[in-house]
């Protein structure tokens, strides 16, 4: 399967601890974004990398929120001191350069914050 | 206000029925738009581009009104497997933005 792949699908945390979700674009895109949905909500914009840099971050991201993409390819979002309000679906997407292409997403990483 | 806005839903229509619901969009300067669908628990998946022109595919059709700054999705003919939540999506650049999604039931 070439498609983007994320892990761990789910993830049960206490309060207060760091994750960490990895993404694995579809290997010819450059371009990479993170995204949240709550239930009832549509995804909502995190952060964007181009190759290895990172050219956007949400407002919405606080500082505890960090992505990387240290070699243009895989992507990490690392979550510090979790709260229950960042219990929400992390998906990932990659597409191709320009701006007509299609968004692929991965299944998605839940995380439920206790 | 949100970048993109959408009528929530939900529809409940009976199979073979047309279902149709819009899409508001606030940067004037947005350069393309798409439908994406997501079932439930899945990721959204691509459904089809919206160009100015108008364009069909099958049984779906998508409307651009750039001077009203909204977009339409018809869904002529409806089909069970059309249950679904039906995202609008809206391209600034290298940015896409959500709306929070159309829940469309097909019941038989």
């Known amino acids: 399967d070439t498609g983007v792949s994320q892990n761990p699908r789910h993830k049960i945390t206490k309060r207060g601890q760091n994750v960490t979700f990895r993404c694995d674009p579809i290997s010819e895109h450059n371009r990479l974004y993170w995204y949240r949905q709550t239930l009832g909500q549509g995804p909502e914009f995190l952060t964007y990398?181009?190759?290895?840099?990172?050219?956007?971050k949400s407002r919405l991201l606080s500082d505890r929120f960090s992505a990387e993409r240290p070699k243009g390819s895989f992507s990490t979002l690392e979550i510090q001191r979790t709260e229950q309000g960042d219990s929400a679906m992390y998906l990932c997407a990659s597409r191709r350069q320009g701006n007509t292409g299609e968004l692929f997403f991965g299944e998605g990483s839940r995380l439920t914050v206790l | 206000r949100k970048e993109v806005e959408q009528d929530p839903g939900p529809f409940n229509v009976p199979e073979g029925a047309t279902v149709a619901f819009n899409c508001t969009y606030s940067?004037?300067?947005?350069?393309?738009f798409f439908w994406y669908r997501q079932d439930c628990r899945k990721e959204p998946k691509l459904l089809m581009s919206v160009y100015s022109s108008g364009n069909e595919d099958g049984r779906f059709t998508a409307q651009l009104n750039r001077a009203s700054q909204y977009i339409s999705l018809l869904i002529r003919d409806s089909k069970l497997s059309d249950s679904a939540t039906y995202l609008c999506v809206v391209n600034d650049d290298y940015k896409l933005s959500f709306g929070a999604g159309t829940t469309v039931t097909v019941r038989a």
């Open positions: 990398f181009q190759n290895e840099a990172q050219l956007e």
């Open positions: 940067n004037s300067a947005s350069q393309s």
